[in-house]
């Protein structure tokens, strides 16, 4: 089996699934919105697409110095360790927030850039956008909306840019579903950790195994 670039691809293809299914409802309340002119529903629209451009730029221009350079465990462990000191931040944010639709430009790529600098392997996609989401003042819910949604066009541009070679990828089904059903239930998770202050328990498993991976390394 073939557990290269691409079949990593394949795999984050089927969290996409997840996420989409996950967030069905927003995506459909955005799409809808923004056909009835709501500029609400604009809005959100054009701070995703805004806060997608700087990790876009990233990946086309660093994906293969990083892959060259910056795949040691000593980088994957010191990624992880920062990673988990901004979940352990996150859980320190005011309650007093504003809403999804008060994002505009200059958050979307604030937290856009999260989302770029996250290109580096062992730092959380996911962690930092959440971080760079409550950062800019987003209340805890939104901030996990808006991570999650900004994730769709990223990983969907990923895989159209490698379609040719994931469908040669042999023996991925198994891991597209495993990928499709616990990105659905890790979703789950990780709001309820996110809504109830509780993400400092992810903090603590990345530091663990960062650690861990610096000494082997």
């Known amino acids: ?28 309340h955005i799409l809808k919105g923004m056909l009835s002119k709501d500029m609400g529903a604009w809005r959100i629209f054009i701070s995703l697409v805004i806060g997608t451009i700087p990790a876009a730029i990233t990946g086309l221009l660093l994906e293969d110095w990083l892959e060259i350079y910056l795949t040691s465990n000593w980088v994957i462990g010191v990624s992880l360790i920062i990673t988990g000191l901004l979940l352990f931040l996150t859980d320190r944010f005011p309650e007093d927030r504003t809403g999804l639709k008060e994002v505009g430009i200059k958050k979307a790529l604030i937290i856009g850039l999260f989302q770029a600098i996250a290109i580096v392997p062992g730092l959380s ?13 987003l209340k805890r819910e939104d901030a996990f909306k808006f991570s999650f949604l900004l994730s769709i066009p990223v990983i969907l541009g990923g895989t159209l840019l490698k379609i040719n070679q994931i469908t040669q990828t042999t023996g991925g089904g198994m891991g597209f ?12 998770l990780l709001r309820f950790l996110t809504k109830a202050k509780k993400l400092k328990y992810f903090a603590f ?8 991976s610096i000494v082997i390394s």
Do not use: P, Q
């Open 1 to 28: 089996m073939n557990f290269g670039t691409d079949y990593v691809v394949l795999l984050h293809l089927g969290t996409l699934i997840a996420v989409m299914f996950f967030f069905w409802k927003d995506i459909w």
């Open 177 to 188: 579903l495993f990928a499709a059903v616990s990105g659905f239930f890790s979703l789950w």
């Open 125 to 137: 996609r996911s962690g930092l956008t959440l971080f760079g989401s409550l950062l800019v003042g």
């Open 205 to 212: 498993y990345c530091w663990i195994i960062g650690i861990l």
